[in-house]
C-alpha cells in the first residue's frame, strides 16, 4: 500500500485496523495476484476482441468492446491507488494506453488524487470531480446553461451528455495549460496522442472503423462509468456522510471493481478492490451509520429516482445566499432542488443532497 494512502486511512476501530493489517499480509494481497491476473483478461480480452472482429462482427463484438474498456478505465483508477506494485511508475505504464481514448492516464491520476481530499468533497473549486456550483457561479449561468446542467443532473441526461461535457473540459483545460506553459501537460497530451493514434491505426487495420470504435464503444464506455460515479458523493456537513454505499447487483461489482462501496474506498483508499466488500461487509451496520444512512439498494434504484428526474446538485447548499438563488423564478426550479430523503439504519430520515 502506497505510505501516503496508508496514513490517511479512517478506521472504524482498532479491531479493524487488526484485520486489515492482517489481510495485508497473506499471500493474496502481497501479491496482489487478483489485480495482475484482472489485467492479464481486459488486455488479452480487449486485444483479441479487435484481432477477432471480423468474425466476431459488430453484434458480438461491440458489447465486448464496451465491456472491456469500462473494465479497463476501473483498473486504471486501481493503478493510481497504488496496484499491483507499489512502484507509481510501473503501475502507470499499465494504464498508460488509451484504450478508453478520451483522457490521458496522467491526467485522471493528478485530478483523481485531488479528490480524495474528503474535506474538499463536493466543495466548488476544490474537488474536480464535483459537480455543484458556488452561488456566484450560478448566478452568472444564463438559462440555457442552468437546462444543460439540470439535464445532466438526470441519470439519462448524465450518461448521453455527461460524457461529451467531460471531454470539452478535458481538452479546454489541457490547452489552456499548454498555452499558460506547462510543459508537464504538453507532454502528456503529445504521449497521449501518439499512443492514440497508433492504437487507432492498427484498430483501423483489423476492420473496425476509427469512427464506429469512438461512437459506438468508447463513448458507450465512458457513458457506462456515469452509472457509477452518478450519486457518489453529497454535500453535507460531515465529510464520512459525503459518500455512497450502493449495495449493488455483482455484475455491476465486477465491471466498477467494489467501487459501489465508495464511503469504505474513501476512508481506505490503499485497500484493493477485491478487499473493499469484505471491508464493508465485516462493519456493514457501522458504515451505514457512518454514512448518515446514504445507502442505495442498487443502480436500479437511481434509475427508478432520477432516469429523467434532476437530482439536487447545483448551488452548493453552504453558499450563503444558495436559498435565496434556489427561490429564483425557474420552471424547472421546483424539481431540481427537491430533496431526497433515505432511511437511515438508526431511524429517521436522512436528507441526501445528490452529487454526481
Do not use: C
Request: charged share 15%; no cysteine.
Amino acid at each position: 500500500m502506497p505510505l501516503s494512502e496508508r496514513r490517511n486511512a479512517a478506521y472504524l476501530h482498532a479491531g479493524q485496523r487488526t484485520r486489515i493489517k492482517q489481510l495485508s499480509q497473506t499471500l493474496l494481497w502481497r501479491l496482489e495476484a487478483p489485480t495482475w491476473l484482472l489485467i492479464v483478461i481486459i488486455y488479452a480480452g480487449w486485444f483479441a476482441t479487435v484481432s477477432q472482429w471480423r468474425v466476431l462482427g459488430p453484434w458480438i463484438g461491440t458489447p465486448l468492446l464496451i465491456w472491456f474498456t469500462t473494465w479497463y478505465m476501473s483498473l486504471q483508477h486501481e493503478l493510481i491507488h497504488g496496484h499491483p506494485t507499489r512502484w507509481p511508475r510501473v503501475n502507470q505504464l499499465l494504464g498508460l494506453l488509451p484504450l478508453a481514448v478520451w483522457y490521458p492516464y496522467g491526467l485522471y491520476r493528478d485530478t483523481h488524487l485531488r479528490h480524495h481530499h474528503d474535506e474538499n468533497l463536493t466543495v466548488p473549486h476544490e474537488d474536480p470531480e464535483g459537480y455543484y456550483f458556488s452561488a456566484e457561479q450560478w448566478r452568472h449561468f444564463s438559462r440555457l446553461t442552468r437546462r444543460v446542467v439540470r439535464w445532466r443532473n438526470t441519470l439519462v441526461g448524465r450518461m448521453l451528455l455527461g460524457p461529451a461535457l467531460d471531454i470539452y473540459a478535458a481538452l479546454r483545460a489541457g490547452i489552456t495549460a499548454v498555452l499558460g506553459g506547462e510543459g508537464r501537460v504538453l507532454v502528456m497530451w503529445l504521449v497521449h496522442g501518439l499512443l492514440l493514434a497508433w492504437l487507432l491505426g492498427w484498430i483501423e487495420d483489423k476492420g473496425l472503423g476509427i469512427g464506429y470504435f469512438l461512437l459506438a464503444v468508447a463513448y458507450p464506455a465512458l457513458a457506462l462509468t456515469k452509472i457509477r460515479s452518478f450519486f457518489e458523493h453529497r454535500a453535507a456537513a460531515d465529510p464520512q456522510a459525503r459518500s455512497v454505499i450502493n449495495e449493488a447487483a455483482w455484475p455491476w461489482r465486477v465491471l466498477f471493481l467494489n467501487l459501489n462501496y465508495h464511503l469504505v474506498h474513501h476512508d481506505l483508499p490503499a485497500v484493493p478492490w477485491y478487499g473493499l466488500r469484505k471491508v464493508y461487509l465485516a462493519d456493514r451496520v457501522a458504515y451505514q451509520q457512518r454514512s448518515r444512512g446514504f445507502v442505495v439498494q442498487g443502480y436500479a434504484e437511481w434509475f427508478g429516482e432520477f432516469a429523467f428526474t434532476p437530482a439536487g446538485v447545483e448551488i452548493h447548499p453552504f453558499a450563503q445566499d444558495a436559498w435565496a438563488l434556489s427561490q429564483e423564478t425557474d420552471p424547472f426550479a421546483a424539481d431540481s432542488l427537491t430533496d431526497v430523503r433515505y432511511s437511515s439504519p438508526t431511524g429517521g430520515d436522512t436528507v441526501a443532497t445528490p452529487q454526481g
